[in-house]
Nanobody, 129 residues
Framework: QLQLVESGGGLVQPGGSLRLSCAAS????????VAWFRQAPGKEREGISC??????TARYANAVKGRFTISRAHRTMYLQMNNLKPEDTAVYYC????????????????????????WGRGTLVTVSS
């Protein structure tokens, strides 16, 4: 069974840092496009970062570029979040394209979740003083 489980969320002050982790079971993340999404209260889910297969090119939404870093190693994916802002408060989801739809390819990013096949349940990040 293909499964993703996030961890690492919590309460952090503005300007602080958190590292989210996502553990995969049933597949190796090194061989698939994988991504992080988030959904803030009252807003739609948005893609914030992805990393492609096999080159490993990372892409970021403008809202997080320069502050967040995505990485992966075998069955774990990470999102290092620095200089957090109150507007980063959201539920963060990890996701994977396990059917080789080339989710993280192309010239447009962020994009819709078309091509994403597996989702985690999410972890809450709250940025507040």
């Amino acid at each position: 069974q293909l499964q993703l489980v996030e961890s690492g969320g919590g309460l952090v002050q503005p300007g602080g840092s958190l590292r989210l982790s996502c553990a995969a079971s049933g597949f190796n993340m090194d061989y698939h496009d994988v991504a992080w999404f988030r959904q803030a209260p009252g807003k739609e889910r948005e893609g914030i970062s992805c990393i492609d297969n096999p080159v490993g090119t990372a892409r970021y939404a403008n809202a997080v570029k320069g502050r967040f870093t995505i990485s992966r190693a075998h069955r774990t994916m990470y999102l290092q979040m620095n200089n957090l802002k109150p507007e980063d408060t959201a539920v963060y989801y990890c996701a994977a394209d396990v059917n080789y739809s080339d989710y993280c390819g192309g010239s447009d990013y962020p994009k819709s979740a078309n091509g994403i096949d597996v989702w985690g349940r999410g972890t809450l990040v709250t940025v507040s003083s």
